[in-house]
């Protein structure tokens, strides 16, 4: 089962402006992924940030994380056409071994 | 350098039957795992081979399986498929413990079980 949720479902936005996605989960974390999704492809690896750390910049990617709130932001800043896409939270546990858990995903839309 | 190869993009099957999807890892990495992505359920986790030992086992039955060889390369294995299997099988690369850089995945195999 997923353990992150996100938030918003789907957000659709105007080139230039910035887009903002939430991202909920349940245990201890080793590391918190964001990735993206291009029409039922592959995932493409954007960003990570680990457990001690509280803020990541990436390009025009910032990245947050509360651990107290179990709680991750992604902000991608003057958004282009481009970068229309699902964007997914992934979890990597503190249980060992290589295993990601998703949330439910965020489908941005940046309309011209 | 190459990244993870995954086939094939696309495969029919009739219920009941078996497949086989392979993944290629980039060169050097040696964990391989493999996620399941459907509408209802999402992404979610199947299992994680290193240095071709299951390492890691999500909550599918046991009609899945895979195995990892000398070289890194997995399979993956679906028995007596379902209609509920058709999805978009994803699998991802990484070094041991993932890295700054997280995992690199295939661009994936739809399988679509009718």
């Known amino acids: 089962s997923q353990q992150g949720e996100e938030d918003p479902q789907a957000l659709s936005i105007q080139e230039g402006e910035n887009a903002t996605m939430n991202c909920s989960y349940k245990?201890?974390?080793?590391?918190l992924q964001w990735y993206r999704q291009n029409s039922g492809r592959g995932l493409v690896h954007l960003i990570l940030?680990?457990?001690?750390?509280r803020e990541k910049h990436s390009g025009r990617l910032r990245v947050t994380l509360d651990t107290s709130k179990k709680s991750s932001s992604l902000l991608i800043t003057a958004s282009r056409a481009a970068d229309t896409a699902s964007y997914f939270c992934a979890t990597d546990g503190t249980g060992g071994g290589n295993k990601l858990t998703f949330g439910t995903g965020t489908q941005l839309k940046v309309e011209l | 350098k190459a990244g993870v190869t995954q086939t094939p993009r696309y495969l029919i099957k009739t219920r009941g039957q078996q497949v086989t999807l392979s993944c290629s890892p980039i060169s050097g990495h040696r964990s391989v795992s493999w996620y399941q992505q459907t509408p209802g359920q999402g992404l979610q986790f199947l299992f994680e081979?290193?240095?071709?030992?299951?390492?890691n086992k999500g909550n599918f039955p046991g009609r899945f399986s895979g195995r990892q060889f000398s070289n890194s390369r997995s399979e993956m294995n679906v028995s007596t498929l379902e209609l509920g299997d058709s999805a978009l099988y994803l699998c991802?690369?990484?070094?041991?413990?993932?890295?700054?850089?997280?995992?690199?995945f295939g661009s994936g195999t739809r399988l679509t079980v009718v």
């Open positions: 081979y290193f240095s071709e030992t299951q390492r």
């Open positions: 245990t201890s974390i080793n590391n």
């Open positions: 940030i680990r457990s001690n750390e």
């Open positions: 991802a690369s990484s070094l041991s413990s993932g890295g700054e850089k997280g995992y690199t």
